[in-house]
């Protein structure tokens, strides 16, 4: 082999081992939620709070960071739930990604107990 073909083949194979992994973009709530995730195990709240609106950056406590700290576990599990309020009643829609048809489905519908509303009745914030 020549020298100049050994050169090319060495270039080719440096640029696609070197080529660098598609980075995550917050463009998705699955993609935020790994991203935060992957904030708390590298104990990075600098990066946690790139993911938080406007009114919430900032706002968590040093007490609320060490607990999310403590919690940081190599497993994971990601789920994206939408809040639907119906009159008195709060539903969570546990969505799914169906591979079949790469359509978002319904799995599971939830009924928030009385108990829980309070916590679904804080105002939501717009950026």
């Not at 790994?34 to 706002?59: E, P, R, W």
């Not at 609320?64 to 990601?78: F, R, V, Y």
């Not at 789920?79 to 169906?98: A, F, G, N, P, Q």
Request: aromatic content about 6%.
């Amino acid at each position: 082999m020549t020298a100049k073909k050994l050169t090319v083949l060495i270039g080719l194979m440096c640029m696609m081992g070197c080529s660098s992994p598609k980075l995550v973009q917050p463009d998705s709530p699955e993609n935020v939620a790994m991203l935060v995730k992957q904030a708390i195990d590298h104990q990075n709240l600098q990066q946690l709070n790139l993911y938080f609106t406007d009114a919430l950056k900032g706002s968590l406590s040093m007490g609320d960071w060490g607990q999310l700290k403590a919690i940081s576990a190599t497993g994971a599990e990601l789920r994206t739930y939408s809040y639907l309020r119906m009159e008195d009643e709060i539903l969570l829609l546990d969505i799914v990604k169906d591979p079949d048809s790469d359509m978002y489905k319904v799995q599971d519908i939830i009924q928030v107990p009385e108990a829980s509303k309070a916590m679904f009745d804080q105002t939501l914030v717009s950026e």
